[in-house]
């Protein structure tokens, strides 16, 4: 199934138009950025990280951005703070957070209830060091199965308040990306039953499109769009 350039627009224009929590629609880029992308297995590897910061390349090359992976498979934010030294010792001038699906998978309540202030403890110190921030909430899971279910119905949806609040308070962005991951999974299947933006039905990993998605929706935030006209590639659902 191909699926048109326009009917991905609508939805990111959908999507876009109320993700930040804070300065919407400002961009947040400055030319020269290195962008990290600091978080757990979701953000490690050829993921959404690389295919946002490409893109936004291709799109805007007199910015002469660099990105830097920081991405740390089955840590939890509270890992996190273990390495935000040696994120700054690599001189990133904008970071980007996302955390929190193992801190809820490995810890339950507590990692959740944490989250908040587990959040806050990385945003100082990189903020204190001159680092520019942005908060992702806690990505939406594939949602085969009780258990998943009950995650994106619940416990998720109360970390991401829990992180747009943290935002506010401390005048950082936040980019909603449970919102969009959610949005975009039910109009996919929506649309067709054997749509998977997931490695599997129930898996929180995204596949190559859950990635490529995930990627042009914080390309889009980065540069403050908050109402997409078009989208400038299109996608080919294979299945996988």
């Known amino acids: 199934m191909t699926a048109p350039t326009r009917s991905l627009a609508a939805l990111l224009a959908v999507l876009l138009a109320g993700a ?18 600091f978080g757990d297995s979701i953000s490690t590897g050829k993921g959404y990280g690389p ?8 799109e805007q090359p007199g910015l002469g951005l660099e990105w830097i992976e920081h991405g740390h498979p ?23 957070l996302m955390w ?24 100082e110190p990189l903020r204190k060091a001159g680092i520019r921030v942005v908060l992702l909430t806690t990505p939406y899971t594939g949602n085969a199965g009780i258990f998943a279910r009950e995650l994106n119905r619940s416990a998720l949806p109360r970390m991401g308040e829990d992180i747009v609040a943290l935002g506010r308070e401390l005048d950082v962005p936040v980019f909603d990306m449970f919102a969009f991951m959610k949005q975009a999974d039910q109009d996919g299947r929506a649309a067709d039953p054997d ?46």
């Not at 629609?25 to 400055?30: H, S, V």
């Not at 295919?51 to 291709?58: G, I, N, P, S, T």
């Open 51 to 58: 295919f946002a910061v490409e893109l936004l390349k291709q």
């Open 100 to 123: 929190g699906t193992n801190d809820l998978g490995y810890q339950g309540a507590r990692g959740a209830a944490e989250i908040k202030e587990r959040l806050r403890a990385l945003v």
């Open 195 to 240: 749509f998977l933006m997931f490695n599997s039905p129930g898996d929180c990993h995204p596949n190559g499109l859950g990635h490529r998605l995930m990627g042009r929706a914080l390309a889009d935030f980065l540069l403050g769009k908050s109402d997409v006209e078009h989208v400038p590639f299109t996608w080919t659902y294979t299945g996988k």
């Open 20 to 37: 930040s929590a804070s300065r919407a629609g400002d961009p947040l880029l400055r030319v020269g950025d290195r962008i990290a992308i």
């Open 74 to 96: 089955g840590w939890t934010a509270e890992h996190a703070l273990t390495v935000v030294a040696d994120l700054i010792e690599k001189k990133p001038t904008l970071v980007t």
